[in-house]
């Protein structure tokens, strides 16, 4: 081993998956963050529902890798994500969701483990759905807002690789949520138009 790559491994630049529970191994480059239920308020359709659960109730786990400063161009980060089983009334624990800051950035996700939906939605508000499962490969296009639901029984598990200078741009959804919201309708998820 030559000097050079000695060096790269004192900055941390490789990293260890976990490929099982689809997890980055703890390291001080990892930033990891939790969202709870309380921290969700306004996203799901049923907040009175949602008001009654416990509020410090783990609705998903998000662990990120930045190997260069947020907004650099050229580069990528990579990250994993867990969302647990659960429902707000009919609708399934889900992520917050967001277009990127620079609508045009894309990403990869890939589902390591559980049963779940990737919801998207362009600028038009037009909203639709795939299905994810153990090993599928997902390509958010440009100019797309998504979000994943866990829709089985199990923690979901995924990893997601997007662009370092891609942005998160959460408020448009804050604001205005989705074009439709993914629900258990007779025991099957349904992708179910709605003003917000
Ligand atoms: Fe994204």
């Given amino acids: 081993m030559n000097k050079e790559q000695v060096t790269n491994l004192e900055v941390g630049r490789i990293m260890r998956m976990d490929w ?5 191994l703890p390291n001080a480059e990892v930033r990891e963050t939790v969202k709870t239920l309380g921290q969700l308020e306004g996203i ?10 416990d509020q410090n109730t783990v ?4 662990q990120a890798w ?10 990528q980060f990579w990250g994993t994500m867990v ?10 624990f889900m992520t917050h969701g967001h277009f990127h800051r620079k609508r045009n950035r894309t990403e990869f996700y890939s589902l390591i483990k559980g049963e779940g939906a990737l919801i998207l939605m362009d600028e038009t508000r037009k ?3 795939e299905a994810m499962s153990a090993g599928s490969l997902h390509f958010i296009p440009p100019n797309v807002a998504h979000r994943v639901a866990n829709t089985g029984q199990e923690p979901l598990r ?9 942005g998160h741009d959460y408020d448009a959804i804050r604001q205005f949520g989705f074009g439709a919201r993914l629900l258990r309708v007779n025991g099957k998820p349904s ?3 709605s003003e917000n």
């Fill in 20 to 24: 099982k529970k689809g997890l980055l």
């Fill in 44 to 53: 799901f359709l049923n907040e009175d529902t949602g008001r009654t659960m």
């Fill in 59 to 62: 609705v998903y786990r998000v």
């Fill in 66 to 75: 930045r190997p260069v400063p947020e907004g650099t161009e050229g580069a």
């Fill in 83 to 92: 969302i647990e089983p659960g429902q707000v009334n009919s609708e399934y």
């Fill in 127 to 129: 909203t639709w759905m």
């Fill in 158 to 166: 995924l990893v997601a690789c997007w662009p370092s200078d891609a």
């Fill in 191 to 193: 992708l179910i138009r």
